[in-house]
């Protein structure tokens, strides 16, 4: 008995022994099945949940968890599925670092934690999804003696867990660290890798662009492929005004291109711009804002990175990131990365800020040209007309339809000098304040009437901002106005008023153009004024010139009709009709009957000439023959120089055409000559030559000359030849009579 005993003792241990090396073998059949899995797998969640799910599946746990370090916080990561129940364990990333969990645990003392009664120890963690847990292993995963994580089991039967469980759950702790080693070396790899790509990308882009706004466009592309860009913006800071704009924010991955404006002392971004430094802030960032002296602007984020936008030393932006929901949004390498694309951009962004400074340059010569010609333009067309009305709408339509302003308007000074008057403006609302007699008072809170006032052009480039600006219910889509004083010297005329309905339409080259064309158009109206008042002038000696012509046609009648009777009577009593008279009588009837022909052709005369200056002289043409009209003048001429040694010579060609004209006009002309004639010549001769020569064009024409050897008409006086009335000796003195 005793011998069967022992055969059956040693046949019980051979088939424990059997047994347990049967199930050693399994079990590392199934610890090196896992490593060969988890080895294949370069991706890190595939990594942790293949692993989960086979351990589970090979060693019958109840569940199995893995949770890992990130940024020095203990977070569970992924858990298997729990039990029979097929059901996968959802909650992931649940912070462990700061609790009580026998994960923790294991984590801060690097040593496996085992509880095979999980009711009886304090530090177990009850967890809702996995109510039959009642034995657990916490293991640390540990490379080079750093925990990166921990591995977890659990059982739903107590005391489940030996020294042998241990030992092969710390086999499969050392592969999986070396897996999560692996694929997190991978996935840097590629990160780092996809990082270079989008860096490269990136910088290929934008050495293409010279676009401001597509510049930071591909700046927010860039950022967007490696970094939550869920709240992103840049910012630029202007020197001349020492204020941060905006010119590209993403709100809760919305694009708004309105731009804000901030003092460059205010605001975190103010701050890395003023110092030069990158800022990652996590968790209470009004703390820091309140330790800096600064205000929150907005709702305070949880998570923040920013970064400057460097040329050398010099910074004159910032990229910067926000997150509202997750204080870890960001960590050390987001900085890193985020700095990198930063030193790209800032490049990008200084050569187009210096492009379209060249470009803005370039822009303004040729606007500064562009206004010159159109300038020069208006400034020809509203000095070749002198009404003044059509000055005033030639000048506000050219300057409104040359240069593209909403309106344009003209005021000019009334002569009191108290209020300047608009005589021009365009459109129906120009129309509808010229209908109204608007005007503004020199001196006046308005642009119009400060300009007025000063004679210094005034510009308003934003009029909301600006009370002198006067608003105008007729022209609501003012948002610019300048004025332009219209001066002659020192003295102011009027004012040119300009209005715009973008903000800062003028500039200074801009208000020189104008100014230069403000000059011109005030020569113009002064001119045109000048004129307007000489041909009043004109009118009005016209009206009395036609006033004594007028008078003397009268007078002549008047003076004729008894001049006719006294020439007739001493006639009648010369040729003996009413009896006999004396020697005596005869001299004195002889002496009245000359003087009243005298007398008559001097009234003739004026007459003559008054009806020439009236337009009222008509003359009638018919056939006349020229030598029988000078033989018909010559017996008259004889009896003016009677009694003197003066002979007349007459040298006239045979060949003398008929000729169109007024005989008894002609005949008048030629007895003037003749008379004038005699009147100078004491002796010598009076000669009348007629003969056909040809004029300038060639054509041919009668002169009738008549000549004679008086005493001529100095170089000095032959001005005076055409002059109505007018005589070289007009002294009361001379020996000469007649009209002139």
């Not at 990130?70 to 599925?81: A, I, M, N, Q, W």
């Not at 694929?183 to 890798?193: G, I, N, S, V, W």
């Not at 400074?357 to 002198?386: M, P």
Request: negative net charge; hydrophobic residues 40%.
């Amino acid at each position: 008995l005793a011998s069967i005993a022992s055969q059956a003792s040693i046949a019980i241990e051979n088939a424990r022994l059997f047994s347990e090396t049967r199930r050693r073998a399994g079990e590392l059949e199934a610890i090196n099945e896992i490593g060969r899995t988890i080895t294949s797998v370069l991706d890190l969640d595939s990594v942790l949940t293949q692993m989960v799910d086979t351990i589970k599946e090979r060693f019958g746990h109840y569940f199995v968890g893995i949770s890992l370090y990130e940024e020095d916080r203990l977070r569970f990561k992924v858990g298997s599925t729990i039990g029979t129940t097929g059901r996968k364990f959802e909650r992931t990333n649940v912070d462990l670092t700061d609790g009580v969990s026998l994960i923790a645990e294991a984590a801060r003392s690097n040593q496996p934690v085992v509880v095979n009664d999980v009711t009886s120890d304090p530090r177990f963690m009850e967890t809702p999804e996995l109510p039959d847990t009642r034995s657990e292993i916490s293991m640390p995963i540990a490379i080079q003696e750093r925990v990166i994580g921990v591995l977890d089991v659990q059982s739903e039967r107590p005391n489940t867990y030996d020294q042998d469980s241990i030992a092969i759950l710390q086999s499969l702790a050392n592969q999986a660290g070396a897996a999560i080693d692996n694929a997190r070396l991978f996935r840097d790899t590629q990160q780092r890798a996809e990082e270079m790509a989008t860096l490269n990308d990136l910088v290929r882009a934008l050495a293409s662009q010279l676009n401001m706004d597509q510049v930071l466009e591909e700046v927010y592309k860039g950022v967007s492929r490696l970094l939550d860009t869920t709240n992103f913006y840049i910012a630029l800071y202007e020197e001349a005004t020492r204020e941060v704009i905006f010119p590209f924010n993403v709100s809760e991955s919305q694009v708004d291109r309105e731009i804000a404006r901030l003092p460059v002392d205010e605001g975190i971004t103010g701050y890395i711009i003023r110092n030069r430094e990158s800022l990652l802030m996590k968790g209470d960032i009004t703390t820091w804002l309140t330790e800096h002296g600064m205000e929150s602007i907005g709702e305070p984020s949880l998570c923040w990175l920013g970064v400057p936008l460097l040329i050398g030393n010099q910074a004159f932006g910032a990229i910067a990131l926000q997150s509202y929901t997750n204080a870890d949004a960001y960590d050390e390498h987001d900085k890193y990365v985020l700095t990198a694309i930063a030193n790209q951009a800032a490049i990008a962004i200084q050569n187009a800020r210096l492009f379209d400074e060249t470009r803005a340059s370039a822009e303004t010569l040729r606007r500064q040209n562009e206004y010159l010609a159109i300038s020069a333009e208006i400034g020809r067309l509203v000095t070749s007309t002198l009404d003044l009305n059509a000055l005033f709408n030639r000048t506000v339509n050219l300057i409104h339809d040359r240069f593209g302003y909403y309106h344009a308007g003209i005021f000019t000074i009334e002569e009191t000098g108290f209020n300047a008057v608009l005589s021009s403006a365009t459109g129906e609302a120009g129309a509808e304040m010229l209908q109204h007699g608007h005007s503004l008072p020199v001196g006046s809170r308005s642009v119009v009437g400060m300009v007025t006032s000063t004679g210094s052009p005034m510009v308003i480039n934003n009029t909301e901002l600006d009370p002198t600006h006067r608003p105008n219910p007729l022209l609501p889509d003012t948002r610019a106005e300048a004025a332009i004083p219209l001066r002659i010297g020192d003295r102011i005329i009027g004012a040119i008023d300009i209005q715009a309905t973008m903000s800062d339409a003028f500039n200074e080259g801009d208000i020189a153009v104008l100014q230069t064309l403000a000059d011109q158009i005030a020569v113009a109206i002064d001119n045109a004024r000048s004129y307007e008042l000489a041909q009043q002038a004109i009118r009005e000696m016209r009206e009395l010139d036609r006033l004594k012509s007028q008078f003397l046609a009268n007078m002549s009648h008047e003076l004729r009709t008894p001049l006719n009777s006294i020439i007739g009577f001493s006639r009648v009593i010369l040729k003996g009709i009413d009896g006999p008279v004396t020697e005596l009588q005869e001299q004195d009837l002889n002496a009245i009957y000359n003087s009243g022909q005298h007398l008559l052709r001097l009234i003739n005369d004026i007459l003559d000439l008054s009806k020439i200056e009236a337009g009222k002289m008509e003359l009638a043409f018919d056939d006349v023959n020229l030598a029988d009209t000078i033989n018909s003048v010559l017996p008259t001429v004889s009896g003016l120089i009677k009694d003197r040694p003066v002979r007349i010579e007459k040298v006239v060609a045979e060949n003398l055409p008929i000729v169109r004209a007024d005989a008894v006009r002609l005949r008048q002309v030629l007895i003037n000559l003749f008379s004038n004639a005699a009147k100078f010549t004491e002796e010598g001769s009076i000669t009348v030559a007629a003969d056909i020569e040809n004029n300038d064009q060639g054509l041919p024409e009668v002169i009738i000359k008549v000549i004679d050897t008086g005493p001529g008409i100095a170089p000095e006086d032959q001005k005076k030849l055409f002059q109505a009335f007018s005589q070289v000796d007009s002294s009361p003195t001379r020996k000469t009579g007649g009209t002139g």
